[in-house]
């Protein structure tokens, strides 16, 4: 197996967004894997699996899960027998995250990680692209921009600042329709109603602005959407905390994947039965209740085999009193016939 360098590469520094957003995501030996390619290759120009392998004394299913896992969100490309090398970008990610390609809690890991290094960056998180130039009627215009802000500051107790100017400024270049500040406007509010004006009001907007970009919302459809897509994704997630007997929101990270994957095609009552028939087929063997990971295993085996009929449980052996056990009868009998005897 060969691999190839794509994209042109300099000799830089490893890309930052391959340590801060991907590494917490794909792990470390994976980003170990791409780093030593990506400088194997700069250096030769071309690189054995064996190599490789070697220089980083790892084992060969290791580096083939590393291959996998790195072709899995796009860090190498398949190129016949070979595979070619491709530099981590925000641009792809984010066309990744806007693709639904991703597992929910997959991608809701992805946008903390992105949100947080576009913040430390100091840089907007939406890729340059070209916008609609059609006017409609729920554009926001120089004039309304500036009404907008009035309304923040006023009704959201906005410190005016040099920076508040800067976050207004990205906001209004960045969100383009009307209804979708308006309902920026109305989160913000009700989060100040709710906890008071601690700290900076204006940093919870911004925060809801950047997530909006990376997600891809740009109008208040795109918005009612995400929103309807979460809802859903959450009742997925109570069901399933019902039926195996959890708490409200125990559900970890990837728990909630494996939901994501069962629940894919069903409804609410469809996955609850579904959950239910796996906890009462008897099959669970291991320690403690039964977990979502064991529902998605005898899931797969039902679709392999078919449903099976219940097993009836057979006693093959009769319970035998211990010693004490005939002790304890011998002299109970005994004290009954004393009973006898005195009336």
């Not at 590393?66 to 190129?79: D, H, M, N």
């Not at 997959?106 to 100091?122: D, M, P, T």
Request: neutral net charge.
């Amino acid at each position: 197996m060969k691999f190839t360098l794509q994209g042109g590469m300099q000799v830089t520094p490893v890309p930052a967004e391959l340590l801060e957003i991907y590494q917490p995501v794909i792990g470390f030996e994976a980003v170990s894997v791409w780093i030593n390619l990506y400088h194997s290759l700069l250096s030769g120009g071309e690189v054995l699996e064996s190599d490789v392998i070697q220089q980083m004394s790892i084992t060969q299913k290791s580096f083939q899960v590393s291959l996998k896992t790195l072709a899995k969100y796009g860090l190498l490309r398949q190129e016949g027998k070979g595979f070619g090398l491709v530099a981590p970008s925000l641009a792809h990610l984010q066309e990744q995250i806007r693709s639904k390609s991703l597992a929910y809690e997959l991608e809701r890991r992805f946008l903390i990680l992105l949100e947080a290094f576009c913040l430390k960056s100091g840089q907007a998180p939406g890729p340059s692209e070209a916008r609609d130039t059609t006017e409609d009627s729920n554009q926001v215009t120089e004039h309304l921009a500036d009404e907008f802000a009035t309304r923040f500051i006023k009704e959201c107790k906005f410190v005016p600042s040099r920076q508040l100017r800067e976050r207004f400024d990205m906001w209004f270049e960045q969100i383009q329709d009307q209804r979708l500040l308006e309902e920026l406007l109305k989160r913000t509010r009700e989060k100040v109603d709710l906890e008071g004006s601690k700290g900076c009001p204006s940093r919870y907007t911004d925060k809801i602005v950047r997530q909006w970009l990376v997600q891809g919302i740009k109008t208040y459809e795109d918005l009612l959407r995400s929103d309807q897509e979460f809802q859903a994704r959450n009742e997925f997630y109570r069901v399933v905390e019902k039926e195996l007997g959890r708490g409200y929101n125990t559900l970890t990270p990837a728990e909630k994947e494996v939901v994501d994957r069962i629940a894919a095609g069903a409804d609410p009552g469809q996955l609850a039965r579904l959950v239910k028939g796996a906890i009462l087929s008897g099959e669970y063997q291991g320690k403690g209740a039964p977990g979502i990971a064991f529902v998605e295993k005898w899931l797969q085996r039902q679709k392999k085999t078919g449903p099976q009929p219940a097993k009836k449980k057979e006693f093959t052996h009769e319970h035998e009193l211990t010693d004490l056990e005939k002790l304890v009868k011998r002299k109970t009998m005994s004290s009954l016939e004393d009973e006898v005897h005195e009336g």
